[in-house]
């Protein structure tokens, strides 16, 4: 199998390491780099022997590249991504996919006519413990879900309190603001296992007084199918989660984080929790080892740009509901197909 050969638009930390992990499969191999500050370019050629490049649109171009990986500033990732499907690239997006939704369809259209694939880093449905719950789900041990919710705290600090400035906080211009940033991974899960998601009751507070840029989530959200849920997020210094499912047939509450992960089950009718093995760490590769595997099969992965779009709007809708104080209903999702 040839080894395929791809570059790294946004060569920061995320960049760096995506480039470290990929080298080491054997069957793929970071040759490029793209990057807005000479800095992290001076490390792309000095560190890890990469071509580099200012320009996204040049990397993308390069012949002898096969893939793209999209992890750069959120509000730049429409013009990346179109740039590598015009070029036949395939292409991985970090989340946000992008800002605004015009932006998403726009991105759709284009990796859909040119027929690349393309991947969305949505790190929770790489991870066991969520993967597990999905997986009861299409077990049938919840029934029909009533209600689904995850709260997480993501242990970085407070603006206000003098912490180290988080930069999807202080730069909600490009970041969407922590809500389109992070709180889209919550309702990114709950929309994976419950399905599409109507309406939307957003709240949100925050230390940061020089711009609107929330630090604490909570919504309230009506599924199509009935069910409801809520996710919560922030960016406090306290680092936990909170993830449950209520259903007629039973329920699951999971908490901890990482090697404290505590997941317990108890069907209706019985009396005692099943305490069910549960890491809430990332599969090593996540994402990108499942992106190099669709492009050796030649199979579009559901985890898309497409499939991405319904969180973002949900995201979206979460904001305009917080600062409206008014129930959202979520945009409709795109035409069926571009091609």
């Known amino acids: 199998m040839a080894v395929l050969r791809g570059g790294v638009i946004g060569f920061g930390g995320t960049g760096q390491k995506m480039t470290e992990f990929i080298n080491e499969r054997g069957d793929a ?31 993308c171009n390069w012949d002898d590249i096969d893939f793209v990986l999209v992890v750069s500033t959120s509000y730049a990732h429409k013009d990346q991504v179109i740039a590598a499907a015009k070029a036949g690239k395939h292409v991985f997006c970090e989340k946000p996919i992008a800002l605004t939704l015009e932006d998403a369809d726009a991105m759709i259209a284009e990796v859909e006519k040119a027929g690349v694939i393309n991947v969305v ?68 899960f709950i929309y994976w296992v419950n399905g599409p998601i109507k309406s939307v009751y957003g709240q949100q507070r925050s230390t940061v007084t020089e711009k609107e840029s929330e630090e604490v989530v909570m919504a309230l959200v009506t599924f199509e199918n009935g069910a409801m849920g809520w996710v919560g997020d922030s960016v406090c ?25 505590h997941m317990r089950y108890r ?73």
């Not at 719950?133 to 995850?150: A, C, R, Y």
């Not at 210094?237 to 992960?261: A, F, N, P, S």
């Open 267 to 339: 069907a209706e009718g019985e009396k005692q929790d099943t305490i069910i093995p549960a890491r809430d760490r990332k599969r090593p590769g996540g994402g990108l080892d499942h992106f190099i595997e669709s492009i050796q099969k030649g199979a579009q992965s559901p985890i898309s740009i497409r499939d991405a779009r319904h969180s973002l709007a949900c995201a979206l809708s979460v904001q305009q509901s917080a600062r409206t104080g008014q129930v959202v209903e979520v945009p409709a999702e795109p035409p069926s197909s571009f091609r």
């Open 29 to 59: 191999k970071i040759v490029a780099a793209c990057n807005r500050g000479a800095d992290k370019l001076a490390i792309a050629r000095e560190k890890f022997g990469l071509r580099t490049t200012h320009d996204a649109e040049e990397l």
């Open 237 to 261: 210094q306290m680092r936990d989660h909170y993830t449950g499912v209520i259903g007629t047939r039973g329920q699951v509450v999971l908490t901890g984080e990482h090697d404290h992960t």
């Open 121 to 188: 880093n949505y790190s929770i449905r790489y991870i066991d413990a969520y993967i597990k719950i999905k997986q009861m789900h299409e077990e049938g041990k919840f029934g029909d879900i009533l209600s689904i919710w995850t709260y997480r705290t993501r242990g970085w600090g407070l603006h206000g309190a003098g912490a180290e400035p988080h930069r999807a906080i202080v730069e909600p211009e490009e970041s969407g603001g922590w809500t389109v940033h992070h709180a889209c991974h919550d309702l990114d």
